[in-house]
């Protein structure tokens, strides 16, 4: 099975606020990843969290991360039209810096 | 921040030939990788291009089919050899950036086998 997991799918309202969550399996992970996708286009990277903390901010964007449940979610305040991407979660391993992805969640944001 | 460039773009070739993809950093990287991500899925890890040293190839894929090389700390080449259309894919370069905690991905490169 995949060692990251994400819903694939998630509409919501302009101005609302989007949470993507993902799980992973890898305790070792030093660092998680959220990338984002339009359509052809190449990955934007647009966060990652070092895997002592709990919570980043960067202005519209939180990331949560619950350590002990291998759980990660990205949340975006104020969702806007050009948010509708295709968001990625990834883990590094810290040995050989490699990313493993998740299947990517498609944001859809309707008017 | 990485700025990563990748040639060609795009391309469409006939099945049985080969593409080599060209990769190049604005700065010296000890980690480079390419990642291969077919229709509507997402990323798959194909190798650790490493300088001096042959690839390191994962899982299902192999160096006759994948060729790789990485002749200094700031270029590397893909090759996709004897295509078929399973091949159609984006092939992405990366690079591990140690002092900025991140990776950063190359714009891509489309690849269309008829």
């Known amino acids: 099975g995949e060692d990251v997991e994400q819903s694939l799918f998630l509409s919501v309202r302009e101005g609302d606020s989007s949470v993507i969550n993902c799980t992973y399996t890898?305790?070792?992970?030093?660092?998680l990843y959220w990338y984002k996708q339009e359509p052809g286009a190449g990955l934007q990277l647009l966060t990652y969290?070092?895997?002592?903390?709990d919570m980043k901010q960067d202005q519209r964007l939180t990331v949560l991360l619950n350590k002990k449940d291998k759980h990660l979610s990205l949340r975006i305040a104020d969702t806007q039209t050009g948010d509708s991407a295709i968001y990625f979660c990834a883990e590094i391993r810290s040995n050989d810096y490699k990313l493993s992805f998740g299947a990517g969640t498609t944001v859809t944001v309707r008017a | 921040s990485a700025v990563i460039s990748q040639k060609p773009s795009r391309d469409i070739c006939q099945r049985g030939t080969s593409l080599t993809i060209q990769c190049q950093v604005d700065s010296q990287v000890t980690m480079m990788f390419w990642y291969r991500q077919q229709p509507g899925q997402s990323l798959t890890l194909i190798a650790t291009a490493n300088q001096g040293s042959e690839a390191t190839y994962e899982s299902g894929f192999v160096i006759d089919k994948f060729p790789i090389s990485r002749p200094n700390l700031t270029f590397s080449t893909l090759t996709v050899s004897n295509m078929s259309p399973e091949d159609s894919s984006i092939y992405l370069c990366s690079v591990f950036k140690g002092d900025q905690e991140t990776q950063y991905f190359g714009p891509g490169t489309r690849l269309l086998v008829l």
């Open positions: 969290i070092f895997s002592n903390m």
């Open positions: 890898d305790s070792s992970s030093t660092y």
